[in-house]
């Protein structure tokens, strides 16, 4: 061990104490040893550090960070040096804040556009999550600050979140759900890996040695800490015997009794404790040594901000090149958006930015002379025929009319998914309204994630701004300007509706479980494979200049799987204004046993070229570029035959290509689906049978309700003791309560009230700072299976005294 001095002079409750959180942001020090406290924060786009402060609680009570533009939007760059850049301010803002640890990135795929938290992803393709999270990490911990990736793993949904159990094939979740995880602790070493809330194939995340040991040191090699998720420790116990060296955040002490105890009666080996003290001992002395005096650039910093989302920020549609704006064209600019940013999500990482610029403010710095009408209220989705008059009105006296829709924040949080991908109605009237006064019009989209655009095929272009951070005005003048020539691409499918997407029928899933029956089959794997229409596909974005492809090379026709294989191509600007191409280049297995999608990214590269330049572009392609995870052998096997070398500008774009042979090096028995499954041969997966799916998953599909004749335990929540004689009474009261409350408007109060039945009985517990003890859970627990409720009541009451009392501290925590 590292630290094998210390830990001796080091009694089993002062190691243990080290193992969990002192409150919600803090880890526990020790003052007898020279140990600091250290403080982690919320990310992962910025430093969300609780303000002590401030006069406020929660999530709004944050000290001033710059908010820089969210994941899914800088995944769009498709550059990881602009991401090591914005990764090294970030690490300043946490110098300057004294902050130890940043909770990000999040690099959880996206499966379904619904997912509430898809703005904190990358992508729906695990290589440019990876690469892109390796970036950010990397730039981070150059300057002597953690990370925590997160959420390890299967997390693809905020409904039921905290219970329920991903139900995932192993090839599926090695080459979709694990791989993005794996490149970036390969390539960066975060020091901590963040668990996610859920089980993965029936174990909880916290309590998985299989993802946790096996998987992520054995295999991958990661030296660091394995953290919960805040509330995500189920049995701490079993969880650090299995790998889960820190809960977060304190549990007031309840689980470092039941830790002390297990070792003292000897179900738990104290060697557990050595090993998980040992690396928190590292983690202390890595961040000891940067807890100076810092202060960032604040404006340097907002500057970068904007150059992050101006090179993100992608064109999907150029009409006539109404784009860049001319000088002297008169313009309108419609939409409260364009004065009012929409430029991060909510929940867990809303940032308190240190300044906001808007795309209004932004035209006029650049000497253009806008009209301006709101067209809607952005807190509110009613339809206001006064404001579209007026916002009519002004679009008809205008060359071009700019108008700013997207999702308002009430559309997309932390806590809960959306249920459908329509724009708000009053942004989808305003456009039909403008559309019949102003032939010229240019749409300039906010969002965390894909809508449905129908008014599409109308309009002469389309600027996707996604969540920009707070210099996003600025970035989305400079663009439409053209002081900016946009080269983002996107790093996700839109559809044309939710009914395409591969897992309609089975998200958010069952009261249990959410089956990934479509496998493999996410995004473009699933689109391009099942030749399925779609809005804009993968890698796709315009650029105000052309690109040409040429001269595809390889380094040789025929390989082993051992060998390295160089692909080589060049790119040529056509145009005659200087820009950024982003070139991907896709495998297809020309002839396989298994099932496999038709193409794959297996790398990317992003160049700047002034016009007429021409440079040559080198990629080299190993052995995983050729692979699927053979659940036969438990490893990556690469089945002999000819692959196709694809390079191209989106995924429906391939402007070059080669083959060569890839002989492999290990026998192996390729798995053989074409009787059992022949749906996933022909990406026919959104209604797969449940024959087909045992096959590919191994075994038996789990239950997929509850049993309203189990017995509540500290695992269910309130609301899965709907089904028995006094937890239908307290649902009732509660969605009762929670209705009154509520402001549908309000993303937070809507979060709350989504997660609250779905909140587990021991997290109260666990999460109260003492308020309700272990004992008045055990009372509701009583009451909720009508064992005894009477002397349940009486449990709960007892424990109201303690509860009053430590109520200011759960207040001070949060």
């Known amino acids: 061990m590292k630290n094998a001095e210390l830990l001796s002079k080091m009694t089993l409750e002062e190691k243990v104490s080290l193992l969990s959180g002192k409150d919600f942001w803090h880890l526990r020090g020790n003052e007898r040893l020279g140990l600091p406290e250290l403080m982690i924060t919320d990310g992962p786009h910025g430093l969300r550090k609780q303000n002590p402060d401030g006069d406020q609680k929660g999530l709004s009570n944050s000290v001033p960070t710059t908010c820089f533009p969210t994941a899914v939007t800088t995944a769009c760059s498709w550059d990881t040096d602009l991401l090591y850049r914005m990764g090294e301010a970030m690490a300043e803002e946490c110098l300057q804040e004294k902050v130890s640890v940043i909770l990000g990135p999040g690099v959880n795929m996206k499966r379904s556009p619904l997912c509430g938290r898809n703005f904190e992803y990358f992508s729906e393709d695990p290589l440019l999550a990876g690469e892109l999270a390796a970036g ?22 905020e409904k039921r979140r905290l219970t329920m159990d991903s139900v995932v094939d192993e090839r599926a979740l090695r080459e979709i759900y694990l791989t993005a995880f794996e490149i970036a602790v390969k390539k960066s070493q975060p020091w901590t890996v963040m668990n996610s809330y859920n089980k993965i194939n029936g174990t909880y995340a916290s309590d998985n040695g299989y993802l946790q040991n096996d998987i992520l040191r054995n295999e991958w090699g990661f030296k660091g800490i394995v953290v919960t998720d805040w509330g995500a420790a189920n049995d701490r116990v079993l969880g650090l015997k299995n790998g889960n060296d820190l809960e977060m955040p304190s549990s007031n002490g309840i689980n470092d009794k039941k830790i002390c105890d297990a070792v003292r009666n000897g179900t738990l080996d104290e060697k557990y404790v050595d090993i998980a003290t040992d690396r928190m001992l590292t983690l202390i002395k890595n961040s000891e040594a940067v807890l100076g005096d810092y202060t960032y650039n604040k404006e340097a910093h907002h500057k970068l901000a904007a150059e992050i989302c101006s090179q993100s920020v992608v064109l999907l549609k150029n009409e006539d090149n109404i784009l860049p704006l001319k000088k002297g ?48 209220n952005k807190k509110k989705d009613e339809i206001n025929e006064t404001v579209i008059r007026d916002a009519k009105a002004v679009a008809s006296k205008a060359d071009v009319a700019l108008v700013f829709i997207g999702l308002t924040e009430e559309y997309e949080s932390e806590g809960y998914d959306r249920s459908h991908l329509s724009l708000p109605k009053s942004h989808l009237r305003l456009m039909e309204e403008i559309l019949q006064v102003n032939e010229n019009v240019v749409v300039v989209l906010s969002g965390g994630s894909p809508v449905e655009m129908p008014f599409a095929s109308d309009v002469k272009a389309i600027l996707n701004g996604y969540l920009g951070g707070q210099a996003s005005g600025i970035a989305i003048a400079d663009v439409l300007a053209g002081k900016v020539n946009p080269s983002g691409k996107l790093a996700e499918t839109y559809p044309l509706s939710l009914s395409d997407t591969p897992c309609f029928n089975y998200y958010p899933g069952t009261e249990l479980t959410a089956e990934h029956r479509e496998g493999v089959y996410i995004g473009y794997r699933y689109y391009d494979s099942a030749m399925k229409e779609v809005l804009f596909p993968f890698g796709f974005g315009l650029s105000y200049t052309k690109f040409e492809y040429i001269d595809i090379k390889l380094s040789a026709d025929k390989i082993k799987d051992t060998d390295t294989l160089t692909v080589s191509y060049k790119i040529k600007n056509t145009g005659d204004t200087a820009g950024a191409e982003v070139s991907q280049i896709y495998v297809s297995d020309s002839e396989s046993t298994i099932f496999r999608p038709v193409k794959e990214l297996r790398a990317f590269n992003k160049v700047y070229l002034e016009a007429g330049e021409e440079k040559e572009i080198t990629i080299e392609l190993s052995k995983r570029a050729f692979a699927y995870y053979n659940v036969n052998i438990m490893d990556w096997h690469v089945e002999s035959g000819d692959f196709n070398i694809m390079v ?68 269910n929540s309130l609301g899965d003791a709907k089904f028995t004689k006094w937890g239908s009474r307290i649902n009732a009261l509660l969605n009762a309560a929670l209705d009154a409350v509520t402001d549908p408007d309000d993303p937070t109060t ?65």
């Open 329 to 376: 064209t008169k313009i309108a600019v419609i939409g409260e958006m364009a004065r009012a940013p929409r430029y991060q999500g909510a929940g867990s990482s809303i940032i308190n930015p240190t300044k906001i610029s808007d795309a209004f403010d932004g035209l006029i710095a650049l000497g253009f002379n806008p009209l301006f009408a709101p067209g809607y």
């Open 750 to 814: 809507v979060m709350v009230k989504a997660m609250a039945l779905e909140i587990p009985i021991r997290n109260f517990v666990t999460m109260s700072a003492g308020v309700f003890t272990e004992d008045m859970a055990n009372g509701l627990v009583m009451i909720l299976n009508s064992k005894n409720p009477v002397r349940g009541l009486s449990k709960i009451l007892k424990g109201l005294v303690g509860a009053v009392k430590n109520i200011p501290e759960l207040l001070k925590a949060i």
């Open 648 to 715: 191209g500008a989106s995924s429906r774009d391939i402007r070059l290509e080669a083959t060569v042979n890839v002989i492999s090096t290990v026998e192996a028995e390729v798995p053989d689906y074409k009787e059992a499954a022949p749906c996933y041969y022909m990406a026919d997966v959104q209604n797969i049978p449940d024959e087909a799916f045992t096959a590919v998953l191994g075994r038996p599909i789990p239950p997929t309700t509850l049993d309203p004749t189990s017995e509540i335990t500290f695992a």
């Open 136 to 157: 950010l990490i990397n730039g981070i911990q150059s300057k002597g600050i953690g990370t925590s990736i997160k959420h390890f793993a299967a997390n693809t949904q």
